[in-house]
């Protein structure tokens, strides 16, 4: 019976048209070379690196991260592999990850800001955080919800926050604690944020009541009392709310708080001002947060990261790719409620003792010189930033760069892959010709940068994230599981051979979807604990240059990547499905010049239903279960969907009539002429000429 389910659903998922093959080529670039200025002063410029991460010195090379940190007591065993897939890694250690992002360094660097942010509204003064200032505001915090919320050491608390510093500060008050935070995107809706707690079973969420976006004040604690609701009709109590507020006197919220559940934090942490909380020692294998991601079935998925291995692996490619030394001001304009967030304004940052850069709003807000004027206010010498952003920071202000003087040594792309043109406008344009550009390939699974260039000892080569990062060794596969050998030119899925230490440890409350979704496609014995048997299956499409560079071209499962934040297309779906008048509805990734992709969506009504302003309550109802960030470009109703003869809906026809393709043969479904309807409707009488319509647009497998 499963096996015929697996079977179906395999069937159903080759009728998608993948993110991988509606990719974007381009041609293999020329390379640039970084400059002396930066070589000299890089912290990895020792070639002998490769050999150092070789694999005959696996797992043993990986030391080399764990030493940047300070253990409690260091461990016995680098990576356990008994349990594979469940890999375990610096066993027998312990060590708390907010002593080592901010106690260890109060003697040298006490007096020095860790963290400096940025009010949207320009005329609002910021905050510089000094480590002494952060130490003991995560003091207070931790004493809160210890001694106030009740947390203890392997709980789970949900945090629904904005881009402030109290962010940070409450998830390292948890890391002190050992509590196992789990940060829902601000962005996402009230209900959005209710599944999670359910999922992760959190007793108390914390929450902001407003926060600035684009000029206006958002009223966010309404979202919590959704999410509350929806967890609570799941069967999750939400006993607490801690609110913060956004504005020290007065709530930026009109929305009423709850007697006897919701709390706000500021005036809880008077009574424990100047309290000193001792941080938990914890076993390097202990979870230390949960983040959710969209993948191929309908519910968000909780990827557990740990203690030691997720730490060691944020510092040491901080140190290595970011190039970040205790001098540097950083800033990563991603948000925090993403893993990009986690590893690369917080934790990696912090544990380098860097000063990392936080900006509450919209880049482009008031105009598209904004992030130029904070970078240049507060000698920002380390930008890192996606795709997205920057393709739109150079449609609203292409000359805009240039009026100041950015002073970048390096700079990071990150999240979907970037088109040359824009590669280039970002390294002449933002980097002046002379900062280090990496573009890092890497997931909410891998914790932190799996794929990219070595500043200061690669080319550069726009278009192409690079070689595979020191100690990961990557292989691509066909459908089969025949390795496409490197310089093929041909398109398949990307694994990595080996575990590294910033991987997931597992879904949370879901061991098996774990072992099945990540290892299951090409795994050769069930039984192995030699982690050679387990590749780990990515997700992703690439290819792989003679040059040992590797092109990501995107998602081949159900998942959308939409200005770089990942959809499911199940989520979407089921979203428009709680409209009253839909029976059917298909969602497909189509190109987007500015945001990457974006979703279409298809519906078909019940019978005898009006369609009458059914677009904007489908567009509504994956507002509210999801969020504004997944809005589809266009909902398109259908008189039918085109299906196969077994009834299997064919997405990957509409897909192609939605990226202007040619939707190949059709003869064997079960209502052809549906598609030339659909087609029609969508593309105009003109039939496309090609099947691969734009010039620059291939099929996955094809050579490039
Ligand atoms: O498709 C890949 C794309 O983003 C996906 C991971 O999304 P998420 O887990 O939300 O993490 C985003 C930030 C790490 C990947 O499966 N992706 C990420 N980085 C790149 C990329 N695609 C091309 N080039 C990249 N540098």
Redo the contacts with the bound molecule.
């Keep these: 019976m499963a096996e015929a389910r697996d079977d179906r659903e395999a069937k159903e998922d080759a009728m998608r048209l993948s ?1 991988a093959e509606i990719a974007v080529h381009w041609k293999e670039e020329s390379y640039f070379y970084p400059n002396a200025r930066f070589i000299g002063q890089a912290n990895l410029t020792d070639p002998s690196v490769t050999e150092r991460f070789a694999e005959k010195n696996f797992p043993e090379c990986f030391r080399e991260y764990a030493d940047l940190l300070t253990w409690d007591k260091y461990w016995t065993t680098t990576l356990d592999t008994s349990k594979a897939p469940f890999w375990k890694w610096f066993v027998g250690g312990r060590l708390n990850v907010a002593y080592n992002c901010v106690d260890r360094h109060l003697g040298k660097y006490g007096n020095k800001a860790a963290i400096v942010y940025v009010p949207e509204p320009e005329d609002e003064a910021g905050q510089t955080i000094t480590y002494n200032e952060l130490y003991h505001r995560v003091n207070e915090v931790a004493a809160v919800l210890r001694d106030f919320a009740g947390l203890r050491t392997g709980d789970r608390v949900t945090i629904h926050m904005p881009m402030v510093p109290e962010l940070p500060i409450t998830m390292l008050a948890c890391a002190r604690l050992g509590v196992i935070h789990s940060v829902v995107f601000g962005g996402f809706s009230g209900e959005a944020c209710g599944a999670r707690i359910v999922d992760s079973g959190s007793r108390v969420l914390i929450s902001m009541d407003g926060y600035y976006r684009s000029g206006k004040v958002i009223d966010h604690k309404a979202n919590a009392d959704i999410a509350v609701a929806k967890a609570e009709s799941e069967g999750q109590k939400v006993e607490k709310v801690l609110v913060w507020r956004r504005f020290p006197d007065r709530s930026a919220s009109p929305t009423p708080m709850v007697e006897g559940r919701d709390f706000v934090v500021n005036d809880l942490l008077k009574p424990h001002r100047g309290a000193i909380v001792p941080p938990v020692s914890m076993p390097a294998e202990a979870p230390l947060f949960l983040m959710y ?1 969209s993948g191929s079935t309908g519910k968000p998925k909780g990827c557990q990261h740990s203690t030691g291995g997720y730490l060691s692996y944020v510092a040491g490619t901080s140190r290595f790719i970011q190039d970040i030394h205790p001098t540097d001001v950083y800033w990563c304009m991603a948000d925090i409620g ?3 967030g986690h590893s690369y304004i917080v934790y990696g940052p912090l544990a380098l003792a860097a000063t990392t850069v936080m900006y509450e709003g919209v880049p482009t807000y008031p105009d598209a010189g904004r992030p130029w004027r904070i970078a240049v206010r507060l000698g920002v010498n380390i930008f890192h930033t996606s795709p997205t952003a920057i393709r739109m920071l150079r449609k609203v202000g292409p000359d805009e760069p240039k009026k100041y003087p950015l002073n970048f040594k390096c700079m990071t ?6 088109e040359p043109e824009a590669w280039r406008w970002y390294y002449e344009n933002v980097g002046k010709g002379q900062a280090a550009v990496t ?8 914790g932190g940068f799996v ?1 990219s260039t070595k500043p200061a000892l690669d080319p550069m080569k726009p278009g192409s ?1 690079g070689p595979p990062m020191p100690g990961i060794y990557p292989i691509i596969y066909d459908e089969e599981g025949k390795e496409i050998p490197a310089g093929s030119g041909k398109a398949g899925n990307i694994c990595i051979r080996n575990p590294w230490p910033g991987i997931m440890q597992t879904i949370w409350g879901d061991p098996d979807r774990f072992v099945k979704n990540y290892y299951g496609k090409y795994n050769r014995n069930p039984t192995s604990q030699d982690w050679r048997d387990w590749p780990y299956f ?3 499409g690439a290819t792989w240059a003679p040059d040992g560079y590797i092109r ?1 071209l ?2 081949v499962d159900d ?1 959308i ?1 939409v200005a ?3 959809l499911g297309t199940k989520e979407l779906e089921s979203a428009c499905l709680t409209v009253p008048e839909i029976a059917e509805a298909a969602v497909v990734p189509i190109v987007d010049a500015e945001r990457g992709r974006v979703p279409e969506v298809y519906v078909s009504l019940k019978p005898g239903m009006s369609a009458d302003g059914v677009p904007e309550k489908v567009s509504k109802a994956i507002e509210t279960t999801i969020g504004k960030i997944a809005r589809p470009r266009v909902v398109r109703i259908v008189p039918d969907m085109p299906k196969t003869r077994s009834g299997k809906i064919m997405r990957r026809v509409l897909a192609s009539i939605s990226n202007q393709m040619d939707y190949g043969d059709i003869t064997t479904l079960s209502n052809p002429e549906v598609v030339e309807q659909i087609r029609v409707s969508v593309q105009g009488k003109e039939k496309v000429a090609t099947k691969a319509g734009p010039d620059d647009i291939k099929r996955f497998g094809e050579t490039t």
Excluded: K, L, M, S
């Design positions: 993110e991601t993403w893993i990009t792309t990150v999240g979907e892959p970037i573009d890092t390939w890497w997931q909410t699974e891998t794929c994230a990515a997700g992703d990501i995107g998602r998942v990547n770089g934040h990942r």
